[in-house]
């Protein structure tokens, strides 16, 4: 028999908390009105509606949680539905379709020593792994991540990076491509954190989500490293529409980023090349 519930048709979610992480950005905190868990899985994106202005997608920032109807998605104003999204007050209602898209696959990493590169916005969908990550902290070798972000006055989530950063059982380097004189840390684009770490290339996988020009050096940074491309894990961000894999809206090359992806292992997208 046929679901009566069309994937189409979003489901009510009330804001409970807002915070700001830099001028453009903001954090939400949305509950699910039906009170059950989102389900997603590290890496997953859901489409959020404005009611009366539109849909997009945003990457779930909240590691998994089978206990609670919260999750959180971290947003940069940029055109209608961002900015109306940034109006809403709490207790206001969206909807959500999803969550959608491929996920990272956290059972292949256990025991394994991991490598996070987050650039920029990049570091939203990477909240979602490394705190599914230091949840299960015991599953999992050696954590590393690296943060780069354009000026410090861009960079987000700066408290609880600095609350992290703090733990004996996770590598924390940070660094901007301008600073200003509020920053005392690494100036240079995230490559330049690569000679201050060092990893045995046998057992560290790595994900890396940020601008797409980022990828093509972060990969040669891992090549240098051993790391084979097997072990590299991206997402990639397209403009979406259904997030079904029904309208082509996202593809490249045949690939439907909401459908196959948003997380790619390298070697599935390294043909891409310049559409990359
Ligand atoms: C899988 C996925 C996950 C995402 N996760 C996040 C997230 O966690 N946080 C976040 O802030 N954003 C995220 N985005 C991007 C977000 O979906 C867009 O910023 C949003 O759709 C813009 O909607 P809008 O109506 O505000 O802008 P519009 O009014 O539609 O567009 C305003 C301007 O922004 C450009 N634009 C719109 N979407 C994109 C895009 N995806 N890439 C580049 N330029 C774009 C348009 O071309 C236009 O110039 C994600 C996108 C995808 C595909
Ligand atoms: S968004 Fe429609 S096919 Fe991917």
Redesign the pocket.
């Given at each position: 028999m046929k679901s009566k519930f069309s994937p189409y048709v979003p489901r009510p979610a009330t804001l409970v908390a807002k915070k700001e992480l830099n001028e453009f950005?903001t954090l939400f905190e949305f509950a699910q009105d039906s009170g059950k868990p989102l389900a997603h899985r590290p890496g997953q994106?859901i489409q959020v509606s404005v009611y009366g202005v539109?849909e997009?997608?945003?990457?779930v920032?909240s590691p998994p949680r089978t206990d609670h109807h919260h999750f959180e998605?971290?947003?940069?104003k940029?055109?209608?539905?961002?900015?109306a999204l940034h109006a809403l007050e709490v207790g206001n209602k969206i909807g959500i379709r999803g969550p959608y898209?491929s996920y990272f696959p956290m059972q292949k990493f256990v025991g394994q020593d991991f490598l996070f590169v987050a650039g920029g916005?990049g570091y939203?969908?990477i909240r979602s792994v490394l705190h599914y990550m230091l949840r299960h902290r015991d599953e999992f070798g050696r954590i590393i991540l690296l943060v780069g972000t354009r000026n410090p006055g861009e960079r987000i989530f700066t408290d609880q990076l600095a609350e992290i950063s703090k733990r004996n059982d996770l590598e924390v380097f940070e660094t901007v491509d301008v600073a200003d004189d509020t920053w005392k840390g690494n100036v240079g684009v995230i490559t330049t954190l690569f000679p201050k770490i060092s990893i045995n290339p046998e057992t560290t996988s790595v994900a890396t989500i940020g601008p797409p020009i980022m990828y093509r050096f972060v990969i040669q940074e891992c090549s240098k490293l051993g790391i084979p491309q097997d072990r590299i894990y991206v997402s990639l961000?397209?403009?979406?529409k259904c997030g079904l894999g029904k309208c082509g809206h996202?593809q490249i090359n045949g690939i439907n980023?909401c459908l196959d992806g948003?997380v790619f292992c390298y070697t599935e997208i390294a043909g891409l090349g310049e559409a990359l």
């Open positions: 950005v994106f539109g997009a997608p945003f990457s920032s998605i971290a947003v940069r940029i055109g209608s539905v961002t900015n898209g916005l939203i969908p961000e397209r403009h979406m996202c980023c948003p």
